[in-house]
């Protein structure tokens, strides 16, 4: 048998993805091209093609409608050998690819080059919001996956799950509409004040982003901003047959699903926009009452909590929080949390958010510490058994406590299993974790404002656009398979909820 090394190729290399518009002579001219960063789904955890040598695998998409086209050429090719033979990559690729991918590539030169509805193109659905970087416009559009257009153009562009996002899997189409309608895309494209041609179209496929809501019940009573109960008069009026009733009429949780901004336009403040562009629009959807992510990578978890930090702080009230420093600490017993902090205050600034309760918990721990002096996060400094003296060494030892009750709460049932000592060094090792990791995030805050202040002296737009350094690897990926809570890694991975 013919050396397996002699005849593989790295799937990732051997593949390269182009937006393609019309160009000026007869084929399309590439805007950009890059590679995938996974291929494992598709060609196997080695991510390499047997069979070919000098193997080159070419997948243009037109920017518009990421209409598909693929074609396959290489120098040699292995002479099949018994039950050993080339993998037949057309046939590999039809599972991820629509049917119009396999065409001739004659056949997509001619489309691109003379389709007389790109000139008219628009996104489908609804354009939600514009903005500009660097001199470029950039639109937000849009709709539910109940859309035909939008149909075919997740389709098209499906590959990008397993290209680009680490355990992502399909969104299944073919459900039916009342399930459909609970999705929504949301399509980021850049706009050309002049098109490539004059039949060009000016819209170029930058990222997108996948949405569902699901149902969040939502009890007749509940407290008000003084704590006493208070509820919804009952009724039972009503006739039949009852008014349909569509997922956007009900309080839900809206779940971010998919997240991807396209390699060439990485690192360029866009995943940040899109993000928040995204989030102020469900915080002005009444239905919505939390907004959450489903199975976030650590670079989406960073662009989130930048993001979701720049917006809390566009509240006072979030940043004038401290720690009430002279609320008595005993040494043993409950943590007196209602009297650290004012509790009235957190719920309003929560549900004018609408985060989630850990995620608002973790940005909170986060503002407090950023108030506390660094030379004042030792943990060596303060204890529980004597209160200190000096206001910043007992502000700092309370934070430590209140997220090690948040801890403690979130991983009771695997703290309760283990003995008392064992029990506060798992404690301990996490909180080091976590505070590292917010140590981590407050310096790409201070980075990022120090790259503003200095883009704003200059009159030029800042690249990062709010976030901190790592914003390229931030934008790349939607979402991965979160880690095993027990496999190794940083101490604050190793407790569910430490860094989460």
């Not at 709709?143 to 397993?162: C, E, G, N, S, Y």
């Not at 979701?308 to 420093?325: N, V």
């Amino acid at each position: 048998m013919a050396d397996a090394d002699e005849w593989s190729s790295d799937a990732n290399r051997a593949i390269t993805i182009s937006l393609v518009q019309p160009g000026a002579g007869p084929t399309p001219k590439a805007v950009a091209r890059f590679s995938p960063s996974f291929t494992y789904p598709i060609f196997g955890d080695a991510q390499t093609i047997f069979g070919y040598q000098g193997l080159r695998i070419s997948l243009r998409f037109a920017s518009h409608d990421l209409r598909p086209s693929v074609s396959v050429a290489w120098e040699k090719q292995y002479k099949p050998v018994g039950d050993t033979k080339a993998v037949d990559v057309r046939e590999t690729l039809e599972r991820w690819l629509p049917p119009t991918a396999f065409e001739p590539p004659s056949t997509f030169d001619e489309r691109v080059q003379s389709d007389a509805a790109a000139r008219d193109f628009r996104p489908p659905g609804e354009r939600l919001t514009t903005y500009e970087v660097h001199g470029k416009t950039f639109e937000i559009w849009h709709a539910a996956f109940t859309d035909l257009a939008v149909q075919q153009i997740l389709k098209r562009m499906q590959i990008f799950v397993p290209f680009f996002i680490e355990g992502g899997t399909y969104i299944n189409l073919d459900d039916p509409d009342w399930t459909l309608q609970r999705w929504r895309v949301y399509f980021l494209y850049e706009k050309a004040a002049a098109p490539a041609t004059p039949d060009a179209s000016a819209y170029s496929i930058v990222g997108y982003c996948t949405v569902y809501r699901y149902f969040l019940y939502t009890p007749s009573t509940r407290e008000d901003d003084d704590g006493k109960r208070i509820s919804k008069p009952a009724t039972a009026t009503y006739s039949l047959p009852l008014p349909p009733v569509t997922p956007a009429e009900l309080p839900c949780r809206q779940r971010i699903s998919q997240f991807l901004i396209l390699p060439p336009y990485q690192g360029k403040g866009h995943g940040s926009l899109f993000y928040t562009s995204l989030a102020t629009a469900f915080v002005a959807d009444p239905a919505v009452r939390e907004i959450t992510v489903e199975d976030p990578n650590e670079a989406f978890d960073d662009l989130r909590d930048y993001c979701d930090l720049a917006r809390l702080r566009q509240h006072a009230a979030f940043t004038s929080l401290g720690i009430d420093t002279d609320v008595p600490i005993a040494r043993k017993g409950p943590l007196p949390t209602a009297l650290l902090l004012p509790q009235h205050t957190l719920a309003r600034l929560r549900g004018a958010t609408k985060l989630a309760p850990r995620q608002f918990a973790r940005l909170v721990e986060l503002q407090l510490l950023s108030t506390i002096p660094a030379a004042y996060h030792q943990a060596s400094r303060p204890s529980r058994r004597a209160d200190p003296a000096d206001a910043r060494d007992r502000a700092y030892q309370r934070w430590r406590l209140l997220v090690k009750q948040r801890l403690y709460k979130f991983n009771r049932t695997q703290l309760e299993q283990l003995d008392r000592l064992e029990r506060i060094d798992k404690l301990e090792e996490a909180l080091g974790g976590v505070e590292g990791d917010y140590e981590r995030l407050l310096r790409g805050v201070a980075g990022a404002a120090a790259a503003t202040a200095a883009a704003a002296s200059s009159s030029a737009l800042p690249e990062a656009h709010g976030l901190g350094p790592g914003e390229a690897e931030a934008d790349a990926e939607g979402k991965r398979k979160s880690p095993p809570d027990d496999a190794g890694g940083p101490a604050a991975k190793r407790l569910k909820g430490a860094a989460e």
